[in-house]
């Protein structure tokens, strides 16, 4: 069973504060890693992708892959009240598969 | 029109009822999928199609059947259905099923109560 754990949270931080969000992943094969946010009632928004271990940086977003460690993070910056959502995370282990989703986590950012 | 459009955005149905959920991609993506989104789960794939030809069949129970007649559009037809099958039905498209990358571009959503 390949499987994407998140923690569920809410994870609460205050405006301005970095928000770091957590995911590890059960097959070591995996290739592919995505961040989507999802607002309530919304769909899933892509907003990070990363392929290689590393650090990624996107604005105030930095996503962060360690591969040994099967473990890939999203750092939020700045955050923001708007930032406030719920994040999956979502892996692909090859082509030829399907993204694996995670829970996701719901952060809440206070002004 | 850009994106994943999905129609109806809700949806009420009965048991026996029949309906059809549809979704069109303007991206020009060779893949489409339908997922299901339940309260406290994670999103669950139903059926992928590559150019057309239907890839993945998840284990989903029969009174759900996919139709996809081109590369841009995607059907779910609906029938016989169960209240634990309300969920928000969620349509995506991917450039490729077997490209390198995989970002998944998901439309707003189908909201089905069934009563």
């Known amino acids: 069973q390949k499987e994407v754990e998140q923690n569920s949270g809410p994870l609460s931080v205050p405006e301005g504060a970095i928000a770091s969000l957590n995911c590890t992943y059960s097959d070591r094969g995996s290739q592919s890693f995505f961040w989507y946010r999802q607002y309530s009632g919304k769909s899933p928004e892509l907003i990070m992708s990363i392929y290689s271990n590393g650090d990624k940086e996107d604005g105030r977003f930095t996503a962060q892959l360690n591969k040994a460690s099967q473990y890939v993070s999203l750092l939020i910056r700045d955050s923001q009240p708007s930032d406030s959502a719920t994040y999956l995370c979502?892996?692909?282990?090859?082509?030829?598969?399907?993204?694996?989703f995670g829970k996701g986590t719901t952060l809440s950012v206070s002004s | 029109e850009t994106g994943v459009t999905q129609t109806p955005r809700h949806l009420v149905m009965g048991m026996t009822n029949k309906k059809s959920l549809k979704c069109e991609q303007h991206?020009?993506?060779?893949?489409m999928y339908w997922y299901k989104q339940s309260a406290k789960k994670p999103l669950e794939l139903m059926f992928v199609?590559?150019?057309?030809?239907?890839?993945e069949n998840n284990s989903v129970p029969s009174r759900f059947s996919p139709e996809c007649p081109n590369s841009s559009h995607l059907f779910l037809h609906l029938h016989t259905l169960q209240p634990e099958d309300s969920a928000l039905y969620l349509c995506?498209?991917?450039?490729?099923?077997?490209?390198?990358?995989?970002?998944?571009?998901f439309g707003e959503g189908s909201r089905l109560t069934v009563l």
């Open positions: 991206l020009g993506h060779n893949a």
């Open positions: 979502a892996v692909r282990i090859q082509a030829g598969t399907a993204l694996i």
């Open positions: 995506a498209s991917s450039f490729s099923w077997t490209g390198n990358t995989g970002e998944l571009f």
């Open positions: 199609y590559s150019l057309e030809e239907r890839v």
